[in-house]
């Protein structure tokens, strides 16, 4: 019942910046945590981000200090602010939604990381 929708992925140069968004829509008061995961060639997908419905955060330590995740007032809106970015952040980044019913993936937005 709930969908989440990835924008904002493309091609950047070695230590720009991106920003993603995920809009979250149908059932959002079920929402109890959103997050980003991302997908890289040849590795298993992997946490990037995650944000709880009362605001905690959780960073994967390679993003630590260059990642952020938000959320806007509405909270059925997530960010992940990206910087410093690396060739090997390229990647399918996946918005993901926990709810009370299951976690709802996202299609994936595509960044990639030019050297």
């Known amino acids: 019942q709930v969908q989440v929708v990835e924008s904002g992925g493309g091609l950047v140069q070695a230590g720009g910046s991106l920003r993603l968004s995920c809009a979250a829509s149908g059932s959002i008061f079920n929402i109890d945590r959103m997050g980003w995961y991302r997908r890289a060639m040849g590795n298993p997908r992997e946490l990037v981000a995650t944000?709880?419905?009362?605001?905690?955060?959780n960073y994967a330590d390679s993003m630590k200090g260059r990642f952020t995740i938000s959320r806007d007032n509405a909270e059925n809106t997530v960010y992940l602010q990206m910087n410093s970015l690396k060739p090997e952040d390229t990647a399918v980044y996946y918005c993901?939604?926990?709810?009370?019913?299951?976690?709802?993936w996202g299609q994936g937005t595509q960044v990639t990381v030019s050297s």
């Open positions: 993901a939604a926990d709810t009370r019913m299951g976690r709802r």
């Open positions: 944000i709880t419905s009362d605001g905690y955060t």
